[in-house]
């Protein structure tokens, strides 16, 4: 007891110190299991080794007192394991290792003959059923065989316990948690929106060796979500060339009219639109250092229906994407990887599409996106493995919105004939926004044998998370919006001027003025530092727990020295296996776990100028008028303040602000039937601490005074923790 207590005290001692990187995301798996003799004992000194194409070298190692092994650091494939001990038969096994899994792997030996017997046993143990964590694993064949969209989302959706019905495209919901609260990876990179949660498209397809979906049970080693985890490894080369081409072919026409193109005989056009897709790996020094690429190149021309004219907008959205991804062992079970992937995309398109009713109006943005990784893992001792990594992901919004900046060019939303939007384009290009992060991470693997209290294999680790939004999220170009019914005749058709633009009506008391002022370039950093430990504990033949905590530091820091909020969170993650005949085919599963879920920049900076533009709202005081030239409409003096929000002014952050907790409970039971499984798993759920805005007299109130000017006296809006939802 000692042993093991000393080796948790250690563990954090040193966690702030090590320089090992790699805790979030793991992108490999691992083999473990026991070997005994046929009388049942445990064989201490059996060396096991494990081949594989997908591993650089070979690698091995050696049981413990208690006949127990761990592998770690295997990047995902199919494994020959071989068991040795003089004395005794040589035995082999194949296994699959899949991500962020231990495949375990059992074996017996007996005495060794006259001649050597070798066992070759195509299966083992499934390790969904050993593994205390839900979800599931898809690999690149399935997914290529299976009716499902190929991407991050499209691919989680398969798993047990999650679904896509969410506010936005992309997201998924696991375990009836927040939509956008959950991390998707790519070969360790968080490819999270910063500001929505669902996943930048930095991958291609066809390069996807394999995703796991975690949606329960999940490790201490995974934080800052309340949901889970979406983890894809691309493929990495091998000692042979290989490679893949795929064309993607889609059409307008092969989609069903909406109800109202039926209505109004629009018809779409039938051109088809072609996406490559190709990837190419293979040796430059063969099992030294491999290659792997990949690339994407789509144009697709699209025609969008704007509501309430009918009107016909021709689109058109070019992309190229590429990777390069080189991975290299210097030494034997010293491996490096880094990877560079780049999305080009630009577009011609309607902004706010769905809303916009003119077609003159349309911009041409482009989206600048790409991901770094740098990464190693290697054995440092027979019983010490660490791994390394440091990652970028950088995303870019350019030239959305307009560039005119007269006030005559300003948009406008009509009022009573529908949210509908005419005469300028919405948001501003010249205020370009990022949404970036980096992070660095780490974790170090000790394996240590007890003669009382089992075997354990413990992982520590820290991770520093740092995600970036840059801009001011300016709503126009000219600095307002108008809020105005168009001109139409006795039918209701828009009535047009003599340059083909909507004519505004402009009724005092009824038309109002949006009077938007942003700060562009104002940013706000949003830094997680964690640290963690995992405990892998094989207690007995037929009793294992896994016992982690994981403490989550909270920082944000504002244009203007603004702290939005400065919070801790420690939470625990606790399983335990009963493996009720102990050969890992008939296992029960239990599991406690906290999840502190990520600080949404869309609440946690609602006190910032970052993507908060300040507004002013004013009504017209008159005279009535209509048409672009009537000077008094668009004359800001003309229109009398009647309210507002400034986030820097009257938005507020409770000194104790902290994330939403989701605290879990499983139960599962799972078997191995034939050459398959079934596993079922009981999930409970509920959630505390939820952020709420509030407004109340006790809160007060600002009069808010900029450049001079006093806008008057707002209600103070307030962020604080609740426990009253549900």
């Known amino acids: 007891?000692?042993?093991?207590?000393?080796?948790?005290?250690?563990?954090?001692?040193?966690?702030?110190?090590?320089?090992?990187?790699?805790?979030?995301?793991?992108?490999?798996?691992?083999?473990?299991?026991?070997?005994?003799?046929?009388?049942?004992?445990?064989?201490?000194?059996?060396?096991?080794?494990?081949?594989?194409?997908?591993?650089?070298?070979?690698?091995?190692?050696?049981?413990?007192?208690?006949?127990?092994?761990?592998?770690?650091?295997?990047?995902?494939?199919?494994?020959?394991?071989?068991?040795?001990?003089?004395?005794?038969?040589?035995?082999?096994?194949?296994?699959?290792?899949?991500?962020?899994?231990?495949?375990?792997?059992?074996?017996?030996?007996?005495?060794?003959?006259?001649?050597?017997?070798?066992?070759?046993?195509?299966?083992?143990?499934?390790s969904t059923i050993t593994s205390t964590t839900g979800g599931a694993n898809y690999t690149n064949k399935e997914i290529d065989t299976l009716p499902t969209p190929r991407t991050l989302a499209g691919i989680a959706e398969l798993a047990p316990g999650l679904t896509d019905n969410t506010p936005n495209a992309g997201q998924v919901t696991i375990s009836g948690a927040f939509a956008y609260d959950n991390v998707f990876l790519i070969d360790g990179v968080d490819v999270n929106d910063n500001l929505?949660?669902?996943?930048?498209?930095?991958?291609?397809?066809?390069?996807?060796?394999?995703?796991?979906?975690?949606?329960?049970?999940?490790?201490?080693?995974?934080?800052?979500?309340?949901?889970?985890?979406?983890?894809?490894?691309?493929?990495?080369?091998?000692?042979?060339?290989?490679?893949?081409?795929?064309?993607?072919?889609?059409?307008?026409?092969?989609?069903?009219?909406?109800?109202?193109?039926?209505?109004?005989?629009?018809?779409?056009?039938?051109?088809?639109?072609?996406?490559?897709?190709g990837t190419l790996g293979g040796p430059i020094l063969k099992t030294r250092l491999w290659f792997f690429g990949s690339g994407r190149y789509t144009k697709t021309d699209t025609q969008t229906t704007l509501p309430y004219t009918g009107a016909v907008f021709n689109g058109s959205t070019e992309e190229k994407r590429g990777e390069i991804k080189l991975t290299g062992t210097v030494a034997q079970n010293h491996t490096f990887t880094g990877s560079y992937f780049k999305i080009a995309r630009e577009a011609v398109r309607m902004g706010l599409a769905a809303y916009m009713i003119d077609p003159t109006i349309f911009e041409q943005p482009s989206f600048p996106n790409d991901r770094w990784v740098i990464g190693y893992r290697g054995v440092l001792s027979p019983r010490l493995f660490a791994e390394l990594r440091w990652s970028q992901k950088t995303f870019s919004f350019q030239g959305s919105g307009g560039t005119k900046t007269a006030i005559t060019d300003s948009p406008i939303w009509s009022l009573t004939q529908g949210a509908y939007l005419y005469n300028g384009a919405y948001f501003d290009a010249t205020d370009p926004e990022d949404r970036n992060n980096w992070q660095v991470a780490g974790s170090v693997s000790y394996f240590l044998t007890t003669p009382n209290l089992g075997s354990h294999d413990f992982k520590g680790g820290f991770e520093v998370f740092n995600s970036r939004r840059t801009g001011g999220n300016s709503q126009t170009a000219t600095g307002y919006v108008f809020d105005a019914d168009f001109l139409t005749d006795a039918s209701g058709d828009p009535i047009y001027d003599s340059n083909g633009k909507f004519i505004p009506v402009f009724v005092p008391g009824e038309s109002y003025l949006e009077n938007w002022l942003a700060t562009r370039g104002a940013k706000v950093d949003m830094r997680t530092t964690s640290v963690f430990l995992q405990d892998s504990w094989k207690a007995t033949r037929n009793l294992s727990f896994d016992l982690g905590v994981r403490y989550?530091?909270?920082?944000?820091?504002?244009?203007?020295?603004?702290?939005?909020?400065?919070?801790?969170?420690?939470?625990?993650?606790?399983?335990?296996?009963?493996?009720?005949?102990?050969?890992?085919?008939?296992?029960?599963?239990?599991?406690?776990?906290?999840?502190?879920?990520?600080?949404?920049?869309?609440?946690?900076?609602?006190?910032?100028?970052?993507?908060?533009?300040?507004?002013?709202?004013?009504?017209?005081?008159?005279?009535?008028?209509?048409?672009?030239?009537?000077?008094?409409?668009?004359?800001?003096?003309?229109?009398?303040?009647?309210?507002?929000?400034?986030?820097?002014?009257?938005?507020?952050?409770?000194?104790?602000?902290?994330?939403?907790?989701?605290?879990?409970?499983?139960?599962?039971?799972?078997?191995?039937?034939?050459?398959?499984?079934?596993?079922?798993?009981?999930?409970?759920?509920?959630?505390?601490?939820?952020?709420?805005?509030?407004?109340?007299?006790?809160?007060?109130?600002?009069?808010?005074?900029?450049?001079?000017?006093?806008?008057?006296?707002?209600?103070?809006?307030?962020?604080?923790?609740?426990?009253?939802?549900?």
């Open 1 to 126: 007891m000692k042993r093991v207590l000393i080796a948790w005290l250690l563990a954090f001692v040193t966690l702030p110190f090590a320089t090992m990187v790699s805790a979030q995301g793991v992108q490999t798996g691992i083999i473990t299991g026991t070997v005994v003799d046929t009388s049942d004992l445990v064989l201490p000194g059996v060396t096991v080794t494990v081949t594989s194409p997908a591993l650089q070298g070979v690698r091995s190692t050696v049981t413990d007192g208690n006949g127990v092994y761990v592998l770690r650091g295997l990047p995902p494939g199919v494994y020959e394991v071989t068991f040795e001990l003089a004395g005794m038969r040589t035995e082999r096994r194949t296994t699959t290792v899949e991500v962020g899994k231990p495949a375990e792997v059992m074996a017996t030996l007996g005495v060794e003959g006259i001649a050597e017997t070798v066992v070759v046993v195509a299966d083992t143990v499934a």
């Open 196 to 277: 929505f949660g669902n996943a930048n498209a930095l991958f291609v397809e066809d390069a996807i060796e394999e995703t796991q979906v975690l949606t329960s049970g999940i490790s201490a080693e995974y934080g800052r979500f309340s949901g889970g985890v979406i983890n894809a490894v691309t493929k990495s080369g091998g000692d042979i060339f290989s490679g893949s081409y795929r064309l993607n072919l889609t059409n307008d026409a092969w989609t069903d009219e909406t109800p109202y193109e039926k209505t109004n005989n629009i018809t779409r056009p039938d051109k088809t639109n072609k996406t490559h897709e």
């Open 552 to 726: 989550e530091r909270a920082r944000g820091e504002a244009t203007g020295d603004i702290v939005p909020f400065d919070t801790d969170t420690w939470v625990p993650r606790l399983a335990a296996t009963y493996d009720i005949k102990g050969d890992g085919r008939l296992v029960a599963q239990a599991t406690y776990a906290w999840y502190a879920g990520k600080y949404s920049e869309s609440q946690m900076a609602a006190n910032t100028d970052v993507g908060n533009p300040s507004l002013v709202l004013a009504y017209y005081d008159g005279p009535a008028g209509q048409g672009l030239n009537c000077t008094a409409c668009f004359d800001p003096n003309n229109y009398v303040i009647f309210g507002g929000d400034f986030p820097t002014a009257n938005i507020f952050m409770d000194d104790n602000l902290s994330s939403p907790v989701n605290k879990e409970f499983t139960l599962s039971l799972g078997a191995q039937v034939g050459p398959g499984y079934v596993k079922g798993t009981y999930v409970q759920r509920s959630v505390a601490n939820f952020v709420e805005d509030f407004r109340t007299l006790a809160d007060g109130s600002t009069t808010v005074v900029r450049d001079g000017i006093n806008y008057g006296t707002f209600t103070n809006i307030v962020y604080r923790n609740s426990d009253d939802p549900t």
